[in-house]
């Protein structure tokens, strides 16, 4: 039976080779989907600079179930002069993905697919030179942080995303798991979701919220949850032949991203450019 199985599922499915146009597209606006992007903060001296993507390396021939990897970081670079970029902090991620997709009856919803795709994922974040006074011998805000510096920040998550999409517009929602977390006394849960929605001219309006984790110094752990907004205007330069590529404005306020600084609650614009490979 094992066998069967095995020689039925290798019929019905193409090895991708692997293809980085993966059948669920990146989340827009999500500030934590893999991707290539450069993004100066607005209003302070800081960039953020992210550096991965996703890739399926399985397909079927149907075209409703793939199998893939996501590699990631993001850092936040400390924009100073004579073009120096001393690195902050950054995040590492990687893990394993599964898409599925379901084709809708028109008649029946303004939408013409379901879409579901489920990450296993470990992210870890640390301090780096940057976040160092070498002249003070001492780390930048030290006294700031309710772990001390460094301290070690460390998840493996489950996350699934289900979307329902049209060929201008795509909704979403999202629910992530903590199976382990260092530091302890994380909750093991939060919540998203999201639009996107295409506009005239190669244009697009994007939002992602999430409801994430809220840390108590005074418990000395997480109580209740915190809305975090992600929203973005964006044009995507098709037009110039450069299909891949997005100029985004980012407003964004709440949790962090950063897990250095996931207790930290901020707000700030960015503007840049994104790759999505």
Known sequence: MAALLIVTASAQAAFAGPTFRTMFPHLLADPLEPRIAIMPWLDNDYLQLDIGTSADLYQSKSGRFAFGIDFGTYSLLRREDNFKFPVDTIDYLFGVNATW??????????????????????????????????EADEWINEEESPFGIPFTYSREFINLVLALSSENHRFYLGYQYLFHTIPDDISRHSFQAGAEVSTPGNTYLAADFKLLPEWNDDLDKT???????????????????????????NYFNGMSRHGMYFYDDESFSTLGLIIDL
């Open 223 to 249: 109580d209740g949850f915190h809305g975090t907004w992600n929203l973005q205007a964006g044009w995507r330069l098709t037009g110039l032949g450069l299909e891949n590529i997005r100029l985004a404005y």
């Open 101 to 134: 997709k379901q084709p809708l009856e028109k008649d029946t919803l303004p939408f013409d697919e379901l879409s579901a795709r489920l990450r296993i994922t470990h992210i870890s974040a640390h301090f780096e030179d940057g976040h160092y006074d070498e």
